[in-house]
């Protein structure tokens, strides 16, 4: 961005570049942890009926509230999780960044700091800068797990309103254990009443169960979700959180009237009556997570345990050299700027087959 300097946009945006990935045309794209399966075409068909329903009504705005999409995931949290989950704990958006957003609109802002633990994902910090909420970048350890004493300092010194907990985390997909989440939590209370936001876009694909039956007892904790990445929906734009009803009406006070459209609500309601069949791909796609870790250490990479659909490997002596390499031989993956590492998402078994000779080439040459 560059006027000349006379733009008046506010200071802490001046000279800043817009958050993404470059979105290249090539053959085997595993960069930005989308789900690499097609919806099925029955659901597409559902789709077509349901947004044809909801087309006859769009000389009205749509339902503010989205009840029945809420009651939808409630009930979806409920099953998948065990852990009963009412509408009125239920709010949803496009895309969890806006439900994030919309936290951080209510319990953020001006004068106020939110924590996350980096390497995380960078949207936290960049939804806190536009939302006026001072950031702090807390510690992980090397081997990017969470050092617990280090966070309950960091927790007790800075006082945060927001902290988030990404788990799994991306770009690491390292998860956070339940004692962790409860100790953070704990900490967080004792310093200040905060929000703590455990952010599970990747929950699905974890080898630990969800840490939503945390929720109980805990009136500020908040679990985000989203339809993007287990759902293999991430231009459907849909987004959601569990949390105590009081957390989804403070977020009501931020939300723009009727944010979510019916062609939304109606996409994401079809999409939930797939859900058995969606689920089916995220079976397959941990299992070729798991092969993607075995033969990158095989292949004798790093490879930092991952329970997201993504897998963080290294450790390269020039990270930017090494991505440029596999681009090279036709496969994107992402540099999210962690000294050493590169992140690549899970694809089809075809896809992940070019990118580890992708890889053996690459190794081949520095061995
Ligand atoms: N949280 C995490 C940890 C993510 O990696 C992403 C997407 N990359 C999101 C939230 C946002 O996803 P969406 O807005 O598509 O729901």
């Not at 029955?42 to 009651?71: F, K, M, Q, S």
């Not at 004068?111 to 936290?124: D, I, N, Q």
């Amino acid at each position: 961005m560059d006027d000349g300097g006379s733009l008046p946009v506010r200071d802490e945006l001046r000279g800043q570049s817009p958050y993404g990935a470059p979105q290249l045309d090539v053959p085997v794209r595993l960069n930005t942890n989308e789900n690499p399966y097609p919806l099925p075409e029955p659901l597409v068909a559902r789709i077509a009926e349901r947004v044809a329903e909801a087309a006859r009504g769009l000389n009205r705005y749509p339902d503010r509230d989205a009840l029945e999409l809420r009651a939808g995931l409630a009930r979806y949290l409920t099953d998948s999780t065990g852990h009963p989950v009412r509408t009125d704990q239920v709010w949803a958006a496009n895309g969890s960044n806006e439900v994030l957003q919309q936290l951080l609109q209510a319990f953020g802002g001006p004068g106020r700091t939110a924590l996350g633990f980096e390497p995380t994902y960078s949207m936290h910090a960049l939804l806190a800068r536009g939302t006026g909420t001072g950031w702090i970048a807390g510690p992980r350890r090397a081997d990017f797990t969470i050092d617990l004493d280090a966070a309950v300092r960091t927790i007790a010194e800075r006082r945060p309103q927001v902290v988030f907990v990404c788990s799994p985390n991306n770009p690491t997909g390292t998860a956070v254990d339940a004692d962790t989440v409860r100790a953070l939590y704990d900490a967080a209370q004792a310093a200040r009443p905060s929000l703590v936001v455990i952010d599970e876009a990747y929950g699905e694909f974890s080898h630990a169960p969800s840490l939503l039956p945390l929720l109980e007892g805990r009136p500020h904790l908040v679990l985000s979700r989203t339809m993007s990445k287990a759902f293999g929906a991430a231009g459907l734009r849909l987004g959601y959180l569990a949390a105590a009803p009081a957390v989804v009406d403070a977020v009501q006070l931020v939300r723009l009237p009727y944010h979510l459209s019916a062609v939304t609500q109606a996409t994401a309601l079809a999409a939930l009556e797939y859900t058995d069949t969606l689920l089916a791909y995220v079976a397959q796609l941990r299992s070729e997570r798991d092969r993607l870790v075995a033969e990158l250490r095989a292949a004798g990479c790093a490879v930092t345990p991952s329970d997201a659909n993504f897998v963080q490997f290294g450790v390269f002596a020039d990270a930017a050299a090494a991505w440029r390499r596999l681009l090279d031989q036709g496969v994107l993956v992402r540099d999210n700027g962690v000294p050493g590492h590169l992140r690549v998402s899970t694809g089809t078994p075809e896809e992940n087959d070019a990118f580890l000779d992708a890889v053996r080439t690459l190794t081949k040459e520095h061995s």
